[in-house]
Every structure is written in structure tokens, then in C-alpha cells.
């Protein structure tokens, strides 16, 4: 699958530049090309410099509301983002169509912060414009919410992203939401090293991208999985993950016919693929059941030989057993290596109890803020009258 990335604010831009990356690896890995185009977009003159491998022309690097906020950024008012998106988002929609093999990429993905200003407002709006200008194309967005301490800090953040998710949600065609702090939990190593998280936010899209788009027939899969499965498998919230297993040794193995250690080995390399898949449904972009979503999808990727008729049943039963409720796609996409990864996608989820928290907290507190704001406007109205027998000097 090929995408055209339009990355939104500081956030959405340098998790925009990992997929630029990802690209130059299936360049040298599979001599293929697995983005057409990744657009920077920003009100922050400063944020757009800052990107490392995005184009640093200025049809990747799109600055939006330059006359507004003199290219200074607009302070996490997403409200602000929104508007700069409504008035600059021409900007956004054209240069797309500058990159020569644009006609052959198959969807948009769009990526920001959600509780930033300039990405989190103009996500939605710039969704809008591409889906109406360029019909047939579905628009993904990939958004990443706040670390814990964000929220705790700066209810904006909460707020910011509630609005964020509702209004993207109403326009995408898909949402991938990516965790910050999950990440955070995963690897406590991480820190707050926001390069390794970005890396690792991007990397479960790799393999997927690749499947279908690997020209050299020795890794076309017995089931490919092409643009068309992963366009079908996609609708509403989502959640990405990936999980791999070391296979020692495992094809060579699987050679030697009706020994009996050969039944042994069998069954512990299906073991290992499911614990594959096991370690990418922990490794979830989001917290979420895998029994609330509607559609699946998993990819299989590792030796061709390992990817035996069994396993692949084993692990389609089991995926059918985790994710009940879920039309179930797959592919495998044979390669080298002793590993053998899993990419999980989880899609049409029902239910993520973590955006239900966020738009009860921003309810909340949108409705504690329009009390407040009645009670200061009724306050001043008192003062004014206060003094209303006063003479004025103007
Ligand atoms: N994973 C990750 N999160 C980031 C990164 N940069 C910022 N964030 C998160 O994104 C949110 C802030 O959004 P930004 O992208 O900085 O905001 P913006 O869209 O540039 O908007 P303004 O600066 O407010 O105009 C916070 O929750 C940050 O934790 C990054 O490089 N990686
Ligand atoms: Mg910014």
C-alpha cells in the first residue's frame, strides 16, 4: 500500500518524518516505494525548519496562517488551528498533487498531536478538503494523544484532544489513535525520548505497506495482502500493533518430513506465531478488547518455508477465537530473517474506554467553563452598575 502523508503540527511532522524513513527501508530493502509524498504542515515558522527528512521546500513544508500569526504558532488554541486550516488548506490540497506518482498512491494518511493547536484544529478541516477534492480516496488519520502528565498539567490537553477526536472521527475514514503513554509503559526506557517513540509508532505500518508492493516475486506472498484488504479492513477507530518470535533454526526443521520430532517442532512453531500474535495484541497503539472490534486484519512476515498451510490455520483460528465479533483478513508476506512478526490491526472498534474518558472530562468541564463564564459576565454587569452614577472621561 502506498500512502500520501500529510503531517500536522510539530507532533504530526516529525512522526511524518518516520514514515519517510520507513520509506528509504523498503527502497533498499524491497526496491519499492511505500509513500508518494510527506507534507509537513504548521503555523510555526520555527517547528517547519525543525523537521530532518521531510522536503525542505516549501510545497512539503506548508506554512498555514502566516499573516495571521506571523508564523509564530497559535498556543494550543486548536479552535485557531481549525481556522488557519479553513483559510491556508488550499495550500495543503495542492501541493499534494505535485508529486509525480501521486495518482499512484491509494490513501491519505493524516497524523497530529491531539492536544496541540495547529495539528489537532486543522486535522479535520484538511481531512474535509481532500476528501471533497479528491473523491474515491480515503482519508486515514493516524492521531497521537498526550502523555499522562499533559493532562494532569494542562486540562487544554484533555479538552484539545476530546474535540480533536470527535471532529476527525466524523470526517476519517479510519482513525488510528497511538498512545503516548503507552509507550511510555511499554519501555520504561523510553523516557520521554520522543524520536524512539515516534520510530516505534510508525514501525508496525512497515511490513503492512510493503506486502503488497514487493516486486520481486520470491516475496509475493501465498496470500498477498494487498491495498485493497487493508482498505476494506479499515473503518472508524483503530488500533496497530506489532508482535514478533524468534524461530531458530525453523525451516530446516520443518524439512525433515514425518520424523517425530518433526510433530514436535511443528507445534512449537505454530506456538511461537501465536505468541507472535499474543505479543502484537499487548503491543497495541491503544489499550482496547479485541472482542469490540468489527474488523481484523493480522499479516504474517518471515520465511517463506516457516509459513506452513498449519500455521497459517492455527493462527487465523486463533485470531477468529481473540477477535469473536471481527471479519477476519490476513496475508503473509515471506522474507528472511529467523523472526517471524505479526502485524495486528484492530478496526470499527466499539468502544475504547479511553476516548469515552476523554469526552466525558471535556463535557465536563465545557459546562463548568459556560457556568463560569455566565457567573464573571453577570459579575461585571454588577460593577458596571456599581458606578453607573459616575461621571465619565471619554
Ligand atoms: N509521540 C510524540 N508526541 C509528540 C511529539 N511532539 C509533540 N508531541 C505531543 O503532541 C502534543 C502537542 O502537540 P504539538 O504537535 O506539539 O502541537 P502543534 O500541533 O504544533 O500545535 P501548537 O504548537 O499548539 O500550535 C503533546 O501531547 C505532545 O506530547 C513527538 O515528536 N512525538
Ligand atoms: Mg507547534
Redesign the pocket.
Known amino acids: 500500500m502506498k500512502l500520501t502523508v500529510v503531517a ?5 511532522s ?2 511524518g518524518d518516520e514514515f519517510i524513513r520507513l520509506n528509504k527501508r523498503a527502497q533498499s530493502e524491497w526496491n519499492t516505494n511505500i509513500v508518494t509524498g510527506v507534507y509537513a504542515v ?3 515558522q520555527t ?1 517547519l525548519t525543525g523537521v530532518s527528512e521531510i522536503d525542505p521546500d516549501h510545497t512539503h513544508r506548508i506554512l498555514i496562517g502566516g499573516r495571521k500569526t506571523w508564523g509564530h ?4 488554541v486548536n479552535e485557531m ?1 481549525a481556522e488557519l486550516a479553513r483559510e491556508d488548506g488550499d495550500k495543503v490540497v495542492d501541493a499534494v498533487r505535485s508529486s509525480h506518482d501521486f495518482y499512484q498512491s491509494h490513501a491519505f494518511l493524516l497524523i ?2 491531539s ?6 484544529g486543522a486535522i479535520s478541516v484538511i481531512c474535509q478538503m481532500l476528501k471533497e477534492r479528491y473523491k474515491g480516496k480515503p482519508v486515514y488519520a493516524l492521531i ?1 494523544l ?2 499522562e502528565h ?1 493532562e494532569m498539567a494542562e486540562f487544554r ?1 484533555v479538552y484539545n484532544t476530546a474535540v480533536c477526536l470527535k471532529s476527525i472521527n466524523s470526517v476519517a475514514d479510519a482513525v488510528f489513535l497511538a498512545d ?1 503513554q503507552r509507550y511510555v509503559r511499554k519501555d520504561a526506557s523510553l523516557g520521554m525520548n ?1 524520536n524512539r ?2 520510530a516505534q ?1 510508525a514501525e508496525p505500518f512497515y511490513n503492512m505497506m510493503c506486502a503488497g508492493e514487493a516486486v520481486n516475486y520470491k516475496h509475493v506472498g501465498a496470500k498477498t495482502l494487498d491495498s485493497g484488504d487493508i482498505m476494506q479492513s479499515l473503518d472508524g477507530w483503530t488500533a496497530i500493533g506489532l508482535g514478533s518470535a524468534e524461530t531458530p533454526g525453523g525451516f530446516h526443521l520443518l524439512r525433515r518430513e514425518s520424523s517425530r520430532a518433526n510433530f514436535k517442532e511443528k507445534g512449537d512453531e505454530s506456538v511461537r506465531a501465536m505468541q507472535a500474535l499474543d505479543a502484537a495484541m499487548g503491543d497495541l497503539s491503544i489499550s482496547c478488547s479485541p472482542e469490540d472490534a468489527g474488523r481484523a486484519l493480522y499479516l504474517m512476515s518471515g520465511q517463506a518455508e516457516y509459513m506452513s498451510m498449519d500455521i497459517t490455520k492455527g493462527l487465523g483460528d486463533y485470531m477468529r477465537e481473540l477477535a469473536a465479533n471481527a471479519v477476519v483478513r490476513s496475508g503473509d508476506f515471506p522474507k528472511g530473517g529467523n523472526r517471524v512478526d505479526i502485524t495486528v490491526m484492530l478496526s470499527q472498534l466499539a468502544h475504547i474506554q479511553k476516548v469515552m474518558d476523554y469526552y466525558d472530562r471535556a463535557s465536563a468541564f465545557a459546562a463548568t467553563q459556560k457556568e463560569r463564564l455566565k457567573e464573571t459576565s453577570e459579575r461585571l454587569r454588577d460593577m458596571e452598575e456599581a458606578g453607573r452614577g459616575l461621571p465619565g472621561l471619554i
Open positions: 500536522l503540527g510539530q507532533c504530526g516529525r512522526v504548521n503555523s510555526d517547528d504558532g497559535v498556543g494550543k488551528g497530529a498531536g492536544a496541540g493547536g495547529t495539528g489537532s497521537v498526550p502523555f499533559e490537553s503516548n520522543l517513540i515516534n509508532i
